[in-house]
């Protein structure tokens, strides 16, 4: 039955963006020739546009590895006119994260209808005096096909945290993300390596982009055309790739182990009981887990997860 679902949500995108895409010139004649009200400068730095390379590397228990090329678009979202939809807003990021300086929204903008997005980051900072300072990130994890969705917060020095969604169907629940972010300027880095107790460190994912002149874009949607169909399609290839050398199918845990985010959750409250972690365990938000900003906001000190079960019809 997920096969049929899958198959069908593949024609429903396939024939919405082929519609939306034949229209998308036109739309762009119209607009280049409509006279809209200029926008402020702060507007116009607002959005920062990236491009770079995502890499997946597996070691084990077969050797796999592929890299594609990106484009990612870096939101202010306390000053950008049009930021993307279903995602926190600044004043939701700064309560979730306790912060009080500017919030930066690293993802890739719907094209055509249509949006994947397997990992967005928020960048939340501190004002210090003039200066503003990267204290904490939010990783907006989305698992595909499903669409579940988790939030939550991590230190962008260095941190590590139990693995709290099913994101392939390769890989068991076991294990810890070990993640990385710098504050994204004119180069950014993100890396996640998995740390599992039978593999070990057996599989690392970076993002590496530079950002480049925003005069060379005249057009957002026609910059981001089909890059969110890009990405959906290497997750499905080298899906397809990983079943034909044999790695084990792993199915969705929601079917054989209900209960897997309290473990998820149980694990990672164990992660921050860690003498190594001890230091920074005032500034992670509490285990939990709710769909609403409202209910994080019960949560002070401690880390939290925030999961949002998978859309129609995979609900």
């Not at 609403?292 to 880390?303: A, D, I, L, M, N």
Request: hydrophobic share 40%; aromatic share 14%; charged share 20%.
């Amino acid at each position: 039955m997920e096969l049929f679902y899958l198959l069908c949500s593949i024609l429903s995108t396939f024939f919405t963006s082929l519609v939306l895409s034949l229209i998308l010139p036109f739309r762009f004649l119209l607009t280049r020739h409509r006279p809209h009200p200029p926008l402020s400068t702060t507007q116009l730095e607002a959005v920062s546009l990236y491009e770079g390379t995502v890499w997946h590397e597996r070691r084990r228990p077969i050797r796999h590895s592929f890299r594609y090329s990106v484009r990612y678009a870096l939101f202010d979202l306390d000053h950008a006119p049009n930021t993307p939809p279903d995602h926190l807003s600044a004043d939701e990021a700064r309560r979730f994260t306790k912060t009080d300086g500017p919030v930066f929204l690293l993802t890739i903008p719907p094209s055509v209808g249509y949006e994947q997005n397997p990992l967005s980051i928020y960048y939340c900072y501190d004002l210090e005096g003039n200066t503003k300072l990267l204290k904490k990130c939010i990783a907006e994890v989305t698992n595909t096909p499903w669409g579940e969705r988790v939030l939550f917060v991590f230190d962008p020095d260095s941190d590590l945290v139990a693995k709290p969604l099913h994101v392939s169907p390769f890989m068991d629940m076991l294990g810890n993300w070990s993640l990385r972010a710098n504050a994204p300027d004119q180069n950014l880095l993100v890396t996640i390596s998995v740390q599992h107790p039978e593999l070990g460190d057996y599989f690392l994912a970076t993002l590496k982009a530079k950002r480049i002149s925003p005069e060379s874009v005249h057009d957002h949607a026609l910059f981001f055309w089909l890059m969110p169909h890009k990405v959906a399609l290497w997750i499905y290839w080298h899906a397809l790739k990983l079943w034909w050398k044999n790695v084990s199918f792993i199915q969705h845990p929601r079917y054989t182990n209900p209960s897997y985010r309290e473990e998820a959750s149980n694990r990672d409250r164990k992660l921050l009981c860690c003498p190594v972690l001890r230091r920074n365990k005032d500034e992670h938000m509490q285990v939990g887990g709710s769909d609403s900003v409202t209910e994080v906001e019960r949560y002070h000190g401690e880390r939290c997860f925030v999961w949002r079960d998978a859309k129609w019809p995979w609900s």
